[in-house]
């Protein structure tokens, strides 16, 4: 298993080098393990959707195949340059060694948090591997996305129960990921040498220190996976904007297929993003295509294709028909992303679309109370009391909200809105499912858990606008004296 674990994030860096020159190598060494395990779902996805019978002898040699046509496409690209070896690459190697060594402590060591979720995706591995996309049984992909079920299958193709060591692994490598992003947009927003690194590992410790959080890292769930493929949506989205670096939208693209195949839902949420980048007027016509359609067609077609299916399970999320909707919703997007190049619609209905969401999220909002009064007040309250007091989260929301409450920079942060306005939709989504289907005031709530979602994205915009607020600081101190 350890060398096909190799072969996974060789795969990764395959797909890692195309991005080369225009993003560091440190950052690109960690993103290899993310890309890895991606074109591995990617595989066992087309491969049980033409009905290949799985084995692990099969994936090995097709993934090696990939990872030969990958870097030869990546040589015939750059050919003077290929054998250009630069010290920057020891990152791939020790971010290797790294991922190996962590998969390997932790299928020693057992470290994993188990509930009936999780058995339930577990039993969706075993049939993903064993009847394809024919048979369902406790759950479907109605229920939950199909990316965790599949990671699931990297050990049952080794003839253990399930992967037990991947998901602390991921979260490793995305905390890593995490605090080098801090550190460098926080190096744009301050003049100060090491205010964004002391910032940075603030915002670190404020996540994993509480119980939730440190649950989940160890939790076989697609709540964290969640968390983290939003927030590589969002911050990379930001980041090609800030620094004019448009290499930044291939991340983008990769991680909203990512965020679109671990929950139903999640297509809500990604389709406000996609809204306001198409909106902000910040990417050009060609880039807007590029980054998106990606997502939108692959989402589409699985919806298309779980409709044909009619998964049955013991519970879903999702009905057949609202699936429907959602699919109607995506198509009527990418008719929105195609004609988004209209000099109308670009100086007269895009400038004002931000308002027009937060409108329409606020009257979407008072329908349900008018609807549903009693049903959302308990679980705003729910809400509240899991936030704040019994969810295990300890201070950790009590930090962020009061500091993005008071910490209010003078000078604006660049792309401000893809933070503010995914935030506001996101805690929207929440209380009107939440309102439909009920909640608990424990902390074993689903809309509790589903907090870890946003949770990475609100702690980096409040860091951001720390960085902001002290620079104005020392630049006010400098004018007083």
């Not at 709540?223 to 290499?247: P, T």
């Not at 779980?306 to 999702?318: D, E, Q, T």
């Not at 609202?322 to 997007?333: H, N, P, S």
């Amino acid at each position: 298993m350890i060398l096909f674990l190799i072969e996974i994030y060789l795969l990764g860096c395959g797909m890692a080098v195309h991005f080369r020159i225009k993003l560091p190598d440190f950052f690109l060494s960690l993103m290899a393990v993310f890309f890895g395990l991606l074109g591995y779902f990617i595989n066992l996805v087309v491969l049980t959707l033409f009905k290949i019978h799985i084995t692990i002898n099969f994936l090995a040699i097709l993934i090696g195949l990939e990872i030969i046509l990958l870097f030869g496409a990546r040589y015939y690209k750059v050919r003077r340059d290929y054998f250009n070896i630069k010290p920057s690459l020891l990152f791939f190697l020790i971010s290797g060694l790294g991922f190996i060594a962590s998969c390997w402590y932790f299928f020693v060591n057992g470290w994993v948090f188990y509930s009936p979720d999780s058995m339930y995706m577990v039993i969706m591995a075993k049939s993903l591997l064993e009847t394809g996309f024919s048979e369902w049984y406790f759950a479907s992909p109605l229920l939950w996305g199909i990316f965790v079920p599949a990671m699931q299958t990297i050990g049952m193709l080794f003839e253990y129960e399930y992967t037990w060591f991947i998901q602390p692994v991921i979260s490793i490598v995305f905390l890593a990921s995490f605090l080098y992003l801090l550190i460098r947009a926080g190096r744009k927003e301050s003049d100060k040498k090491w205010m964004p690194i002391i910032l940075a590992v603030l915002g670190g410790l404020i996540m994993i220190s509480a119980n939730m959080y440190w649950a989940a890292q160890f939790y076989i769930h697609t709540n964290l996976n969640s968390g983290i493929s939003l927030f590589f949506v969002v911050v990379s989205l930001f980041m090609a904007v800030r620094e004019d670096n448009k290499s930044w939208l291939g991340i983008t693209a990769l991680f909203l297929i990512m965020f679109g195949m671990l929950r139903t839902e999640n297509v809500i949420v990604a389709s406000l993003v996609i809204v306001l980048a198409v909106v902000s007027n910040r990417l050009n016509y060609r880039e807007r295509l590029l980054t998106f359609l990606p997502y939108l067609g692959v989402q589409i077609l699985w919806n298309l294709f779980i409709l044909r299916i009619k998964p049955v399970a013991f519970s879903n999320l999702m009905t057949a028909d609202q699936l429907l909707v959602v699919t109607i919703a995506l198509i009527l997007l990418v008719v929105l992303l195609m004609v988004s190049d209209n000099k109308w619609l670009k100086e007269k209905l895009f400038p004002k679309m931000p308002i027009i969401l937060v409108s329409g999220i606020l009257l979407t909002i008072l329908l349900v109370v008018i609807l549903r009064r009693q049903a959302i007040f308990v679980f705003v309250l729910n809400n509240l009391t899991t936030m704040f007091l019994t969810g295990q989260w300890l201070a950790t929301f009590w930090v962020v909200i009061t500091f993005l409450v008071l910490v209010r920079p003078k000078t604006k942060l660049d792309f401000d809105s893809i933070f503010k306005l995914t935030i506001i939709g996101f805690f929207a989504m929440i209380v009107m499912m939440g309102a439909l289907k009920g909640s608990h005031a424990g902390w074993w709530d689903s809309a509790n858990r589903m907090y870890i979602h946003i949770l990475p994205v609100m702690v980096f915009y409040l860091i951001l606008r720390l960085n902001i607020h002290f620079s104005e600081l020392k630049i006010e101190q400098s004018t007083n004296e």
